[in-house]
């Protein structure tokens, strides 16, 4: 790809970028990257787009822009229509999504997201499946005082968004409470390492003076930034909750005996995909090296300079990393990275994963505190007819003395209660319910969807609001075959961007029309393996009735504790794309 560091950079990375001429002319770059280039680093007219009454939009290019700040310009397509019938503008709001590296948070921050919620996002909170929080339906009026609420906790969008590093996520097990803290405080680190320095975000959200820099604001950066978003997790053998393979850069703990040694590196992960556009496709990261833990940092600048400096600037479509890794070739990008890391990477050592699931309920970590891990379905937190979440959760943080953890899986930990007081917390986990959430299939437990309709502009397909009726009939076809309680990855959603992961679920499903989707089947429990397309734009109707076949010869023909995902890909269930015509849709 072209490249298009500024020549700060260049003078500061010189030796690294070997003999390559990195100051290509903006007119042999992609519009984004020249939109780049000239925003000033990320200030663009952001300041002024938010003072225009007469739209609830932020007008021209800068609602990209405001992305790296983390922030979407989204609208209620449930009103779409209607709307433009009325020659009204679309009922723009925005999304606002937290760092949050590792998922890790107060009672207080909780309180303070709660607050914002109410005020500001439609009595709703967001559980992420990077760990994190989005406030949905903000108004652009309400923008500056969601940020500085959020900045009166100490927590900011910063790179929420964006071709910068995504929210660094980090492994939840309760059990190993040591280990948890070291590698947490390693992912916090990386994520306030490569986040943006630019003065942008301080200047137009808290309103502070813009300050002169010694040296390019960006000296990782440049002026440009990543050609795409680049994702960075760090996950704790055997549970693969962050699913590494789906990383841009993946830090893989190597324990000997509770001791963290370092970590395997495994590069180039990646679930999105363009409809009807073959060169895109997802992509497992590849495992190059072994590293100590205290070369963590300069890892991940490293990689990043790697993808930063050969990263497909013209064609976005093509500019994740996995797509410079394989058209490069892995043993390229390997020797480039070890190139600027100064040192080989050590041959990589021995790990083993056995799930990518949570634990739901109950658990005691080595240093005596519990843990109560809650099934949050879809991640949604909010007030609904049968169990008030928003404010049963509320209340437990008004009393907790420990911390919340958000899940890889969009779940919720009540982290680090002391043992006195647990009857407490449990006390009112059963006045508001809370519990009954756990209480789901082997199926529900394991669902994970992204939001989709309404307020998602590339959805094209429900998500959220659906996967939990279809997996109502999936369970039914479960228990008429005694498997009512077989742990089974489900991921749904709205396009076929895989921001839930569904390419690696057991079963997967991505939009492509109202009501339509494509399944797949035969992804692995601990996400180590793609599955395969086995049906394409169909319904309801063609997805259940595939399903029972595969589920009854499941039931009928596994092998002992054969996972779902091993018995499809065995016996054939995945190995052909069946047209969906063939089936009565």
Not at 36 to 46: E, F, H, N, V
Not at 294 to 314: E, F, L, P, S
Not at 350 to 375: A, K, M
Not at 409 to 420: F, G, H, T
Request: proline share 5%.
């Amino acid at each position: 790809g072209i490249t298009s560091m500024s020549t700060d950079t260049i003078a500061r990375d010189g030796p690294t970028d070997r003999s390559r001429d990195l100051s290509q002319p903006l007119d042999r770059l992609g519009p984004d990257e020249t939109l780049k280039a000239g925003s000033d680093q990320l200030r663009g007219t952001i300041s002024a787009g938010l003072e225009a009454e007469l739209t609830a939009a932020v007008p021209g290019d800068d609602i990209k822009l405001m992305k790296f700040h983390g922030l979407y310009q989204q609208d209620d397509r449930d009103l779409r229509d209607e709307r433009r019938r009325q020659r009204l503008e679309p009922a723009y709001r925005f999304m606002a999504r937290v760092r949050l590296p590792g998922g890790v948070l107060s009672s207080s921050q909780w309180l303070k997201l709660d607050e914002l919620g109410r005020a500001y996002a439609s009595e709703t909170l967001r559980l992420t499946t990077r760990q994190t929080f989005q406030l949905h339906r903000v108004h652009k009026k309400d923008l500056r005082a969601v940020i500085q609420g959020l900045h009166d906790v100490l927590l900011d969008t910063k790179a929420a968004c964006g071709d910068d590093s995504r929210g660094v996520m980090a492994s939840i097990n309760p059990e190993l409470s040591a280990l948890h803290a070291e590698v947490y405080a390693l992912a916090k680190q990386a994520s306030e390492h490569a986040i943006p320095k630019t003065g942008a975000y301080r200047e137009i959200w808290y309103g502070e003076e813009r300050t002169l820099t010694d040296g390019p604001e960006e000296p990782l950066y440049g002026k440009t930034y990543m050609p795409r978003k680049f994702k960075i997790g760090f996950v704790i053998p055997p549970v693969n909750d962050i699913d590494v393979y789906a990383q841009d850069l993946g830090f893989i703990a190597i324990i000997e005996g509770r001791e963290l040694k370092g970590f395997n590196i495994a590069i180039g992960g990646g679930m999105g995909r363009t409809d009807q556009a073959p060169k895109t496709y997802p992509r497992l990261a590849s495992v190059i090296g072994f590293v100590p833990k205290d070369k963590v940092i300069a890892t991940c600048d490293a990689v990043m300079m790697v993808q930063r400096d050969y990263g497909d600037r013209v064609d976005r479509g093509r500019a994740r990393f996995k797509y410079t890794i394989d058209d490069k070739g892995l043993d390229f990008i390997k020797a480039e990275i070890e190139a600027r890391l100064g040192f080989p990477l050590e041959p990589a050592r021995p790990y083993d994963f056995t799930s990518n699931g949570d634990v739901i309920g109950w658990q005691r970590g080595e240093d005596g505190r519990e843990h109560f891990t809650l099934f949050v379905e879809n991640g949604r937190v909010s007030n609904f007819a049968d169990i008030a979440l928003l404010d049963g959760l509320r209340a437990i943080a008004q009393t907790h003395k420990g911390n919340f953890r958000v899940t890889p899986n969009q779940n919720l930990v009540i982290a680090d209660i002391e043992p006195e007081d647990r009857p407490a917390i449990e006390a009112l986990l059963l006045e508001y319910r809370l519990a009954s959430l756990n209480k789901g299939s082997g199926l529900r437990l394991n669902s994970m969807a992204c939001v989709a309709f309404p307020t998602c502009g590339l959805a094209m397909a429900e998500s959220e609001r659906y996967l939990p009726k279809l997996v109502e009939k999936i369970d039914a076809i479960l228990a008429g075959h005694g498997l009512a309680q077989e742990p089974i990855t489900i991921r749904m959603t709205g396009c076929p961007n895989g921001c839930a992961r569904p390419y690696i679920a057991e079963i997967g499903l991505t939009g492509r029309a109202p009501g339509k989707y494509n399944l797949y089947l035969g992804g692995g429990f601990h996400g180590q393996r793609l599955n395969k397309m086995v049906l394409e734009n169909v319904g309801e109707q063609a997805i259940l009735e595939l399903l029972g076949k595969v589920i009854e010869h499941f039931a009928s023909e596994r092998l002992p504790n054969e996972r779902f995902g091993d018995f499809a890909i065995r016996v054939g269930h995945a190995a052909e794309v069946t047209e969906g015509r063939f089936f009565n849709d």
